[in-house]
T-cell receptor, first 114, second 116 residues
Framework: AQSVTQPDIHITVSEGASLELRCNYSYGATPYLFWYVQSPGQGLQLLLKYFSGDTLVQGIKGFEAEFKRSQSSFNLRKPSVHWSDAAEYFCAVVSLSNTGKLIFGQGTTLQVKP | GAVVSQHPSWVICKSGTSVKIECRSLDFQATTMFWYRQFPKQSLMLMATSNEGSKATYEQGVEKDKFLINHASLTLSTLTVTSAHPEDSSFYIC????????????FGQGTRLTVV
């Protein structure tokens, strides 16, 4: 069965520190992977996506993610976190049926300390 | 970029009444729209997938008679919560997939429904 796991429910980092949010997937084929960010009471904004090609993907707001097939991972990184990055982050994979249906991880809450 | 507008952003209604939530793709045509529900501090759970001009496909455990979905045009899908009860209070989010057939879907800003 397809699934996405975000092992860290809550992460706190200091402003200016580096960030890595983990995402592991279970999938029967080459996955289409996404990272979304959600501010409180808001919808989801796409940070970046991986369909194929270069396994290091650059996104908006200085985020990047690396697809590692051997580890079934798609971890999100940012070299220097800003206070405005505090939000909920979701990793997602497209359903094998390819209807555009997304399977989401549980989400990781990022808190940024001043 | 592709914009999906959801309306209203928040609504409060009395138990037993019905509430309609609209999801519009503003600058692209959406063959498929998705409706998600999100409980506090939890992830998004897909409720149903709607395709323009056909019946919606509901996920297991979602009552189709309670959550009516209509996708009458390539730019509009509506979710109607019928006979709402306090347990229906939640954050509802729609997303839309473009006609061009990419796997990317774009999300609305969500609707906070509170049933009192």
């Amino acid at each position: 069965a397809q699934s996405v796991t975000q092992p860290d429910i809550h992460i706190t980092v200091s402003e200016g520190a580096s960030l890595e949010l983990r995402c592991n997937y279970s999938y029967g084929a080459t996955p289409y992977l996404f990272w979304y960010v959600q501010s409180p009471g808001q919808g989801l904004q796409l940070l970046l996506k991986y369909f194929s090609g270069d396994t290091l993907v650059q996104g908006i707001k200085g985020f990047e993610a690396e697809f590692k097939r051997s580890q079934s991972s798609f971890n999100l990184r940012k070299p220097s976190v800003h206070w405005s990055d505090a939000a909920e982050y979701f990793c997602a994979v497209v359903s094998l049926s390819n209807t555009g249906k997304l399977i989401f991880g549980q989400g990781t809450t990022l808190q940024v300390k001043p | 970029g592709a914009v999906v507008s959801q309306h209203p952003s928040w609504v409060i209604c009395k138990s037993g009444t019905s509430v309609k939530i609209e999801c519009r793709s503003l600058d692209f045509q959406a063959t498929t729209m998705f409706w998600y529900r999100q409980f506090p501090k939890q992830s998004l759970m897909l409720m149903a997938t709607s395709n323009e001009g056909s019946k919606a496909t509901y996920e297991q455990g979602v009552e189709k008679d309670k959550f009516l979905i209509n996708h009458a045009s390539l730019t509009l899908s509506t979710l109607t919560v019928t006979s709402a009860h306090p347990e229906d209070s939640s954050f509802y989010i729609c997303s839309a997939r473009s006609l061009q057939g990419t796997t990317e879907a774009f999300f609305g800003q969500g609707t906070r429904l509170t049933v009192v």
